[in-house]
């Protein structure tokens, strides 16, 4: 059995050694082979997967980096029928958390390496790219695309927020248009998330729908703050856990959706910006298989 390991080394403080030392310690137990391969910061680490899938035998191949990372290998290896294992070593590592995956590196590889089962997921196409956590314009992309590396690294998700609150009050609504599986509605909103995952979700609506990555659609959440007083009333009911209908919108999306804005926004994909606003969505039912543990599929039941 032969593994193609695809490892962001500046992802998370002293990764690249643990994760390289747990793939020795575990793999190598395993009978495993493996080939690694380091990302670069001027590299498309997704055309580089799919050419080394296309010219190489591998049984799985295995995603060492935070939530881009993990993007990327998959718009890599989506066409091969391969599985994933994920090792979790990034700031937000949603993806991890929503599986229920081992967020421990040496936890995490051996998992990989031992028994474990196999699940299908959801993803979704973006403008030609593959993503399966959320995809999202306004303030989100905002804070994604300026909360700093050195702060990431440092503060964890707490960096994310702080850049947050320091927007809070500077965001405007922008007029954009929605058209989900042919269906067109109108907004004046601060902020548009096109959700496959629900880990997000949970948070940011507690009284939302039950948003699975395996439930074979979309789930379009719409923020239209009226008034500046309407910014502590959303975050007092995220934190009562309360329902706020006339703050936000939920739309289901069965085959695909697509975000027109007046004024140019930028988009963020899986936790990285990705261009801006006109963007397409395609729902892509059961599109990845990846590796997790026989307790988290129980867990579900």
């Not at 490892?7 to 009978?31: H, I, Q």
Request: proline residues 4%.
């Amino acid at each position: 059995m032969k593994a193609y390991v695809v490892l962001n080394p500046v992802a998370g403080d002293n990764a690249r050694e643990l994760v390289l030392d747990a793939l020795k310690t575990y793999f190598d137990d395993a009978g495993i082979d493996y080939e690694v391969y380091e990302t670069a910061e001027e590299d498309k680490p997704g055309d580089i997967v799919r050419d080394r899938l296309e010219n190489g035998k591998f049984d799985f191949v295995v995603a060492a980096g935070g939530d881009g990372t993990v993007s990327q290998v998959i718009n890599g290896l989506i066409d091969s029928g391969l599985p994933l294992g994920i090792i979790p070593v990034g700031t937000g590592n949603m993806l991890a958390r929503s599986l229920d995956l081992p967020l421990k590196i040496d936890k995490a590889v051996a998992l990989i390496s031992g028994p474990h089962v196999l699940k299908k997921i959801d993803a979704m196409r973006i403008n030609n790219r593959i993503c399966v956590l959320n995809a999202s314009l306004g303030i989100s992309a905002k804070v994604m695309r300026d909360t700093k590396s050195e702060s990431k690294n440092r503060f964890g998700l707490l960096a994310y927020i702080w850049e947050a609150l320091g927007k809070l009050f500077k965001i405007k609504r922008s007029y954009i248009t929605i058209n989900i599986d042919g269906k067109t509605t109108k907004h004046h909103a601060i902020e548009a998330t096109v959700f496959n995952s629900g880990i997000i979700a949970e948070t940011l609506y507690p009284k939302g729908p039950d948003i699975r990555i395996d439930d074979g659609h979309l789930d379009v959440l719409i923020i239209s703050f009226k008034t500046i007083r309407d910014y502590p009333l959303y975050i007092l009911r995220m934190i009562t856990k309360k329902t706020s209908k006339n703050l936000t919108d939920f739309i289901e999306a069965n085959k695909s959706v697509m975000i027109e804005s007046t004024v140019s926004m930028p988009l963020q994909v899986d936790g990285e910006i990705f261009g801006t606003t006109p963007v397409e969505i395609e729902v892509l039912p059961s599109a990845i298989t990846v590796i997790v543990s026989e307790k988290s599929i129980k867990k579900e039941k």
